[in-house]
């Protein structure tokens, strides 16, 4: 008896009872009822903890190729004895055509194995009149990751988070596997896209479920937190390179981590969030019952927290019933997404900034090359650059995760486009990191500020519109370079730059969502709209004289 009067207790003061009549005018949204039921605490932690593990594996994926398919120096064979060396060859040796006879293509290399055993280029010739085919290698995850992006986020809204995840992990594993074993150039290049399609799906889903496994209060820090493993990842690539230098055994190591994902078929939970969305009520009530008992959080009564969920899925439905009934628009899916001027305008944005940041990361990424002969060192030093950048959420909370945002934008551009006004080598490279700083930033905190600003009948959608866009803007990086420098050095530099001043900008055009409960659809974000204007009306009326207390308008209600 004591303890249920406990547990009436603490219900009561987190999240307190109304009248059925106040009930039935207040949306309610799950981050109360998640709140309500098990708090925010060690759960959280340990479960946020353990599913961002996978980014300290993913960059075997997305950042092999700097190894796997690095170029050694190499001279053309043609002429000489079939086992000549590279260190036997003349120092002016020509590499892309035979001896004496400059209208004629080599069609024999040697390579300088100093640095590397085998590479994909070693073993199919990719140099000279063939290197497009090794572009192309680079290429076909990105191009597999727009269609991912396509995909990732209608699969995970319809089938649910868990179950489009685990479904890519096993792709993941098996293609891992897959591009050590095949020996011709062309399956190598099937398993790269296949692997770019399974990466940007599970990347979408792991991506919505941190937002909505965590707190409101939160959820800024599991936003950035989550993705420190990644430089860790690039580390321990460069390590697995640095030991391993033939591309067959280094592509086995690489594999070998993804066996992890195979625990999350009983390690990782559905999103509670897309549970009650579904009417699953009674699995959602497992889930936290589960983190209300690691938390040491008393669970408010069953039939109490279902009658709470069904009142957030019941208040969901009567706000898309009243859209529907207003504008046509449908219940889920791109027919909300495109039927909503605000989440139009929101996805229009969210794109673009993704595109320009991709794409200025990895464009100082490749200056970042050139800041020590070694490569390993050099993907060591970029990944510890980036380490600060996951610590950035104290801003997000303070500055608002809006006002962040503008600013590590403002800061990378500004450090870009200084280095036209000095050429110095030291110079260069202090600005390449600060910039480098600054766009890792703005990578973190742009999918913050998206999961919070998209509704959850859609936020999955809209995750996969953002991956598009990094897909692209990582694909369009190579081309910026290679058309510009030829004009200026430093002329991709203010491309980048340019482009993320512009992205500062369009960041003023979405909303700030500190300390704001994440919408259920997309009528509570057109409502928040509104009352911040009705705000903004009656804060007009108070500059001409007439005494009002905008602190106790309540918008978060609308949201």
């Given at each position: 008896?004591?303890?249920?009067?406990?547990?009436?207790?603490?219900?009561?003061?987190?999240?307190?009872?109304?009248?059925?009549?106040?009930?039935?005018?207040?949306?309610?949204?799950?981050?109360?009822?998640?709140?309500?039921?098990?708090?925010?605490?060690?759960?959280?932690?340990?479960?946020?903890?353990?599913?961002?593990?996978?980014?300290?594996?993913?960059?075997?994926?997305?950042?092999?190729?700097?190894?796997?398919?690095?170029?050694?120096?190499?001279?053309?064979?043609?002429?000489?004895?079939a086992n000549v060396t590279f260190s036997a060859l003349p120092a002016d040796t020509p590499r892309c055509h035979p001896v004496g006879d400059a209208g004629a293509s080599c069609s024999r290399w040697v390579f300088d194995t100093s640095m590397y055993e085998s590479t994909v280029v070693t073993e199919w010739n990719l140099v000279c009149g063939r290197k497009p085919l090794l572009s192309m290698l680079q290429s076909w995850v990105m191009l597999g990751g727009i269609v991912g992006s396509a995909i990732s986020g209608q699969l995970s809204d319809r089938f649910g988070r868990k179950p489009v995840f685990l479904s890519t992990a096993v792709t993941i594993l098996a293609c891992a596997f897959a591009s050590a074993l095949v020996t011709d150039y062309a399956s190598f290049a099937a398993v790269r896209f296949v692997t770019g399609v399974a990466m940007a799906t599970l990347v979408g889903c792991h991506t919505v479920m941190t937002m909505e496994m965590a707190g409101r209060r939160t959820r800024a820090a599991f936003g950035t937190l989550s993705g420190l493993p990644f430089p860790f990842g690039i580390m321990l690539v460069a390590a697995g390179s640095y030991a391993l230098r033939s591309h067959r055994q280094l592509q086995l190591a690489y594999a070998v981590p993804f066996v992890f994902l195979l625990s999350n078929f009983w390690l990782r939970p559905e999103s509670p969030h897309w549970l009650v969305v579904q009417g699953r009520f009674a699995e959602a009530y497992t889930i936290l019952e589960r983190g209300a008992r690691c938390n040491?959080?008393?669970?408010?009564?069953?039939?109490?927290?279902?009658?709470?969920?069904?009142?957030?899925?019941?208040?969901?439905?009567?706000?898309?019933?009243?859209?529907?009934?207003?504008?046509?628009?449908?219940?889920?899916?791109?027919?909300?997404?495109?039927?909503?001027?605000?989440?139009?305008?929101?996805?229009?944005?969210?794109?673009?900034?993704?595109?320009?940041?991709?794409?200025?990361?990895?464009?100082?990424?490749?200056?970042?090359?050139?800041?020590?002969?070694?490569?390993?060192?050099?993907?060591?030093?970029?990944?510890?650059?980036?380490?600060?950048?996951?610590?950035?959420?104290?801003?997000?909370?303070?500055?608002?995760?809006?006002?962040?945002?503008?600013?590590?934008?403002?800061?990378?551009?500004?450090?870009?486009?200084?280095?036209?006004?000095?050429?110095?080598?030291?110079?260069?490279?202090?600005?390449?990191?600060?910039?480098?700083?600054?766009?890792?930033?703005?990578?973190?905190?742009?999918?913050?500020?998206?999961?919070?600003?998209?509704?959850?009948?859609?936020?999955?959608?809209?995750?996969?519109v953002c991956q598009t866009g990094v897909r692209l803007g990582g694909a369009a990086a190579p081309f910026v370079v290679d058309l510009v420098s030829d004009l200026h050095p430093a002329a991709p530099s203010a491309v980048f730059g340019a482009a993320m001043l512009a992205a500062g900008l369009a960041t003023l055009l979405l909303p700030e969502t500190n300390n704001q409960p994440l919408p259920e659809t997309a009528v509570d974000i057109e409502n928040r709209t509104s009352r911040k204007k009705a705000a903004g009306d009656l804060q007009g009326v108070s500059g001409n004289g007439t005494a009002l207390d905008l602190e106790k308008v309540e918008l978060s209600d609308s949201f």
């Amino acid at each position: 008896m004591a303890d249920a009067a406990k547990k009436s207790v603490v219900a009561e003061r987190t999240f307190a009872p109304v009248d059925d009549e106040d009930d039935s005018e207040k949306d309610v949204f799950f981050d109360d009822v998640m709140e309500w039921c098990c708090g925010s605490g060690r759960w959280q932690v340990l479960l946020v903890s353990y599913m961002s593990m996978i980014w300290l594996i993913l960059p075997a994926i997305s950042m092999a190729m700097m190894f796997v398919g690095a170029s050694p120096d190499f001279r053309c064979a043609d002429g000489f004895d079939a086992n000549v060396t590279f260190s036997a060859l003349p120092a002016d040796t020509p590499r892309c055509h035979p001896v004496g006879d400059a209208g004629a293509s080599c069609s024999r290399w040697v390579f300088d194995t100093s640095m590397y055993e085998s590479t994909v280029v070693t073993e199919w010739n990719l140099v000279c009149g063939r290197k497009p085919l090794l572009s192309m290698l680079q290429s076909w995850v990105m191009l597999g990751g727009i269609v991912g992006s396509a995909i990732s986020g209608q699969l995970s809204d319809r089938f649910g988070r868990k179950p489009v995840f685990l479904s890519t992990a096993v792709t993941i594993l098996a293609c891992a596997f897959a591009s050590a074993l095949v020996t011709d150039y062309a399956s190598f290049a099937a398993v790269r896209f296949v692997t770019g399609v399974a990466m940007a799906t599970l990347v979408g889903c792991h991506t919505v479920m941190t937002m909505e496994m965590a707190g409101r209060r939160t959820r800024a820090a599991f936003g950035t937190l989550s993705g420190l493993p990644f430089p860790f990842g690039i580390m321990l690539v460069a390590a697995g390179s640095y030991a391993l230098r033939s591309h067959r055994q280094l592509q086995l190591a690489y594999a070998v981590p993804f066996v992890f994902l195979l625990s999350n078929f009983w390690l990782r939970p559905e999103s509670p969030h897309w549970l009650v969305v579904q009417g699953r009520f009674a699995e959602a009530y497992t889930i936290l019952e589960r983190g209300a008992r690691c938390n040491r959080h008393p669970m408010p009564p069953k039939e109490e927290v279902l009658a709470k969920m069904r009142r957030v899925r019941d208040s969901l439905l009567a706000r898309e019933a009243a859209a529907h009934r207003a504008t046509g628009r449908g219940r889920q899916g791109w027919r909300q997404l495109v039927g909503s001027p605000i989440l139009v305008r929101y996805s229009a944005v969210a794109f673009f900034i993704s595109f320009v940041i991709c794409g200025a990361y990895f464009g100082v990424t490749f200056d970042m090359t050139q800041l020590s002969a070694s490569p390993h060192l050099a993907a060591v030093l970029s990944a510890l650059v980036e380490l600060p950048s996951y610590c950035v959420f104290p801003l997000l909370d303070r500055l608002g995760r809006r006002g962040s945002l503008v600013a590590f934008l403002l800061t990378g551009a500004g450090a870009m486009l200084l280095v036209l006004a000095d050429r110095r080598p030291a110079v260069w490279m202090a600005l390449g990191l600060v910039a480098k700083f600054g766009v890792s930033a703005a990578f973190v905190g742009v999918w913050v500020l998206i999961g919070e600003c998209m509704p959850t009948t859609v936020r999955g959608l809209a995750f996969g519109v953002c991956q598009t866009g990094v897909r692209l803007g990582g694909a369009a990086a190579p081309f910026v370079v290679d058309l510009v420098s030829d004009l200026h050095p430093a002329a991709p530099s203010a491309v980048f730059g340019a482009a993320m001043l512009a992205a500062g900008l369009a960041t003023l055009l979405l909303p700030e969502t500190n300390n704001q409960p994440l919408p259920e659809t997309a009528v509570d974000i057109e409502n928040r709209t509104s009352r911040k204007k009705a705000a903004g009306d009656l804060q007009g009326v108070s500059g001409n004289g007439t005494a009002l207390d905008l602190e106790k308008v309540e918008l978060s209600d609308s949201f």
